[in-house]
T-cell receptor, first 116, second 114 residues
């Protein structure tokens, strides 16, 4: 069964460093998402991406964050200058469509980011 | 705006006992509701979803959930717990006026006692 994959599974970085989290969505899906979960808190929406541009973003997704689909398979989340509060589990998801919120989003296993 | 509350961050049941995981939602428009399960080191896997059709929704692995508008609830149940059901369970809500965002609860960790 097709699945969303994410690399690395765990990333440790120093505060102020740039990190890139990578995702390979399901191949025939058109919509891509990033969510994050700070330990003990809710899974929070960051951004959605369609047709090579951001379609929605949350307040969390500030200028420190960017997303890109550099080729036909990868979908990346970049954090330019990491802060301690960026430590979280980051989930990538994809969906075939995005019909007014009803379409199933398929999630990857997550990347645990630790900022020291 | 939409939100979800999952009561009980940890639930323990005996093998063979009823599983009940609670989810209450808040939505200003008709909601779409989802239950996901996460096994260790794996992604969130869809168990079932409600998108305004039948209020009793059956999912994978013997789970089901009932949408109750009057109670703003979408509780997840399974008649008989199995050891393999031990995992983290997430309830999520979306709606037609919130684009593609899913709003998740904090999750419930289910332990099954042999």
């Amino acid at each position: 069964e097709p699945e969303v994959t994410q690399t690395p599974s765990h990333q440790v970085t120093q505060m102020g460093q740039e990190v890139i989290l990578r995702c390979v969505p399901i191949s025939n899906h058109l919509y891509f998402y990033w969510y994050r979960q700070i330990l003990g808190q809710k899974v929070e929406f960051l951004v959605s991406f369609y047709n090579n541009e951001i379609s929605e973003k949350s307040e969390i997704f500030d200028d420190q964050f960017s997303v890109e689909r550099p080729d036909g398979s990868n979908f990346t989340l970049k954090i330019r200058s990491t802060k301690l509060e960026d430590s979280a589990m980051y989930f990538c998801a994809s969906s075939e469509q995005a019909v007014g919120g009803t379409d199933t989003q398929y999630f990857g296993p997550g990347t645990r980011l630790t900022v020291l | 705006a939409q939100s979800v509350t999952q009561l009980g961050s940890h639930v323990s049941v005996s093998e063979g006992a009823l599983v009940l995981l609670r989810c209450n939602y808040s939505s200003s428009v008709p909601p779409y509701l989802f239950w996901y399960v996460q096994y260790p080191n794996q992604g969130l896997q869809l168990l079932l979803k409600y998108t305004s059709a039948a209020t009793l929704v059956k999912g994978i692995n013997g789970f089901e959930a009932e949408f109750k508008k009057s109670e703003t609830s979408f509780h997840l149940t399974k008649p008989s717990a199995h050891m393999s059901d031990a995992a983290e369970y997430f309830c999520a809500v979306s709606a037609s006026n919130t684009g593609n965002q899913f709003y998740f609860g904090t999750g419930t960790s289910l332990t099954v006692i042999p």
